[in-house]
Structures are given as structure tokens and as C-alpha cells.
């Protein structure tokens, strides 16, 4: 089993930057597709960045954010510039052995989430 620790969230103004991190401990793996989900308040949990072996973004964030891996750190990244006030959600990492399964927000391990709050 995976245990997935997210780090990075804050509070930032429209239009600033910030990086998430997620580091993967225990039965880690570089065979793990990773991911990153978000929540708003009152709302469902939506897909925002998956990476395998090339990454896939969600349409609402295409062009301002970047996953990024780091096999040798066991860490997942998200690099989000240009933020907007939608963007304001709880941010949870996730991994799974299955592409598919985790796009659809099946997956096999969740980190705890961390808070992004973008202020207009």
C-alpha cells in the first residue's frame, strides 16, 4: 500500500502561482500513475492533471497548470500559474496501478488534501 502526503496549498491572489507537492511513501513505485483531484465546497471532487508516461489535463486548467514526476523522490508535482478564484478547492494526490481506473477517480490511494484558496 501507498501513503500519499500532499504539501503546497495556500492562500494566493488571482493570477499568482503555486506548487503542489505530493510525496509517495511505502510500497512506492515509478509504475504508479498519479494524479490530481480537486473539491469546492459544494461540489463533486473533479479530475485536474494525470501522468503516466505523458500527462492529460482537465480543459478547465489545460495551459496554466503542469504535472511533473520525480521517480527518485517519489514525488508528484503540480505547477498551477495564472490562478483564478474557481480554482479555490481542496487538492488531493492520488495513485493507482490502472490509467483508467484512476481518471475516473477510482483510485487505489488518497493523500489528505490541501487547501488552495485564490482570492479575487
Known amino acids: 500500500q501507498v501513503q500519499l502526503v500532499e504539501s503546497g496549498g495556500g492562500l494566493v491572489q488571482a493570477g499568482g502561482s503555486l506548487r503542489l507537492s505530493c510525496a509517495a511513501s511505502g510500497r512506492t513505485s515509478s509504475r504508479y500513475v498519479m494524479a490530481w483531484f480537486r473539491q469546492a465546497p459544494g461540489k463533486e471532487r473533479e479530475f485536474v492533471a494525470i501522468?503516466?508516461?505523458?500527462?492529460i489535463y482537465a480543459n478547465s486548467v489545460k495551459g496554466r497548470f503542469t504535472i511533473s514526476r520525480d521517480n527518485t523522490k517519489n514525488t508528484v508535482y503540480l505547477q498551477m500559474t495564472n490562478l483564478k478564484p474557481e480554482d479555490t478547492a481542496v487538492y488531493y494526490c492520488a495513485a493507482d496501478n490502472s490509467f483508467t481506473t484512476l481518471i475516473r477517480g477510482r483510485a487505489g490511494a488518497w493523500g489528505q488534501g490541501t487547501q488552495v484558496t485564490v482570492s479575487s
Open positions: 501522468i503516466n508516461l505523458s500527462a
